[in-house]
């Protein structure tokens, strides 16, 4: 038998859930097995750069180490896995006949917390552009613009810092679908030791709900529809910043900015959309516009 614990509310008023197929912070390979045990940041929005607690909770490393519980010892005293149900004892290595009350009350407690304080991390809205610009007036793909940086920047404010004193226009990009290279970054035409500063539009053809993800190397931060959607700064390979629902109230144009910085390696700037998890496919080019 397999219990997972539903959801916890940590400081912040961030929510994090446990699934069994969510991307989240750090993960390293778009076709990488799904690990056992998940954890997503479904409305991670704060613009600073998590505690080391919770890299250590969101660190692709410890969800795919072969103790899932061993990065989580105090907040998830009471997860059970398969490997621990089948040998009857859970991640602490009781016996599950004991803890099992106390378990479920742990995970009923989680739950009714998580209810009224996030409701279930109900999906980011949008706010499509008003008003909604003329499509004969845009042109593919987004505007950006390029800074050199130290190779001392090692996060996204040391490169929004350079940008402010001194960007230039690069040329456009064809869109957020840049794999991992040791070649120039985006367009800018330097391998490494660069800044950008992305804007422009993504278009939705339909209302709804939708699922997003980005792949970047190094440190990215983005909003679409005046809403931080993604995350993920310091220096780093090309990994997931992690997965968030967002609602869509209408077809239509809305903003996207983006801070992105390569120190050195390689790089990579991509993202990622589609009506659930397992649906997640590329952005075509085709979506954006500047």
């Given at each position: 038998m397999s219990v997972y614990l539903s959801g916890f509310i940590l400081g912040g008023g961030m929510t994090l859930g446990?699934?069994?197929n969510r991307r989240t912070l750090g993960d390293v390979s778009p076709d990488r097995p799904k690990p056992r045990l998940r954890v997503s940041m479904r409305a991670y929005r704060t613009a600073a750069r998590p505690p080391q607690?919770?890299?250590?909770?969101?660190?692709?490393?410890?969800r795919t180490n072969s103790d899932p519980g061993a990065c989580l010892p105090d907040l998830l005293p009471f997860i059970v896995t398969p490997e621990a149900a089948a040998d009857g004892h859970n991640t602490n290595n009781r016996p599950m006949g004991i803890d099992m009350t106390i378990r479920f009350r742990t995970a009923a407690l989680a739950l009714a917390l998580t209810v009224p304080a996030a409701g279930f991390a109900a999906p980011l809205a949008l706010t499509p552009a008003d008003p909604q610009p003329d499509p004969g007036a845009l042109t593919p793909g987004?505007?950006?613009s390029y800074a050199s940086i130290p190779s001392s920047v090692r996060d996204l404010a040391g490169a929004q810092d350079a940008l402010e004193r001194k960007a230039a226009p690069g040329a456009p990009l064809i869109g957020l679908s840049y794999d991992d290279t040791d070649t120039a970054t985006l367009t800018s035409g330097m391998a490494e030791k660069v800044a950008a500063d992305i804007s422009g539009y993504i278009h939705f053809d339909a209302a709804g709900t939708y699922t997003l993800d980005f792949l970047n190397n190094d440190g990215l931060a983005l909003s679409i529809g005046g809403e931080q959607v993604a995350l993920y700064d310091g220096v780093h390979a090309c990994g997931y910043a992690g997965e968030i629902d967002v609602e869509v109230p209408q077809a239509g144009y809305y903003s996207l900015e983006a801070t992105f910085f390569q120190r050195k390696g390689t790089s990579c700037l991509m993202m990622e959309w589609g009506p659930d998890s397992d649906g997640l496919a590329p952005v075509p080019d085709?979506?954006?516009?500047?």
């Open positions: 446990f699934s069994a607690g919770r890299n250590c909770l969101l660190s692709r490393r410890n987004l505007a950006v085709s979506a954006f516009f500047h």
